[in-house]
């Protein structure tokens, strides 16, 4: 079974920063693009970052360009998003996940679903910020 885990969220003071992690099982991962996205209690998902399978290009959402890095290891299934200066607006449970496409990803993730096996995620780990 394919299974997605993130770990590493928490409770951060504005300007701080958090590592989220995610370990990959069950998923030929060189066949898939990486994700993280977020959503805000009460709000739609929104798409942090996406990684292509061949992990030559690495997409960010504008509002947190400059602030988080993606990086994916195949060799260990794992993935982590490094945030930085973190704002309040970035209080959201995070999640991570595979995907085949970071274009529509990026632009669409409110659309996806995992009812087929074009799209994996975890159950997400809650991050907040606070003033």
């Known amino acids: 079974a394919v299974q997605l885990a993130e770990s590493g969220g928490g409770l951060v003071q504005a300007g701080g920063s958090l590592t989220l992690s995610c370990t990959v099982s069950?998923?030929?991962?060189?066949?898939?693009?990486m994700g993280w996205f977020r959503q805000p209690l009460d709000k739609e998902r929104e798409a942090v970052s996406c990684?292509?399978?061949?992990?030559?290009?690495?997409y960010y959402a504008d509002s947190v360009k400059g602030r988080f890095t993606f990086s994916r290891h195949n060799a260990n299934n794992t993935m982590y998003l490094q945030m930085n200066s973190l704002k309040i607006e970035d209080t959201a449970m995070y999640y991570c996940?595979?995907?085949?496409?970071?274009?529509?990803?990026?632009?669409?993730?409110?659309?996806?679903?995992?009812?087929?096996?074009?799209?994996?995620w975890g159950p997400g780990t809650q991050v907040t910020v606070s003033s």
């Open positions: 990684i292509t399978w061949t992990g030559d290009r690495t």
């Open positions: 996940a595979a995907t085949r496409l970071c274009s529509v990803f990026m632009t669409a993730v409110q659309t996806l679903s995992t009812s087929d096996e074009e799209n994996y």
């Open positions: 069950g998923l030929p991962t060189d066949d898939y693009a």
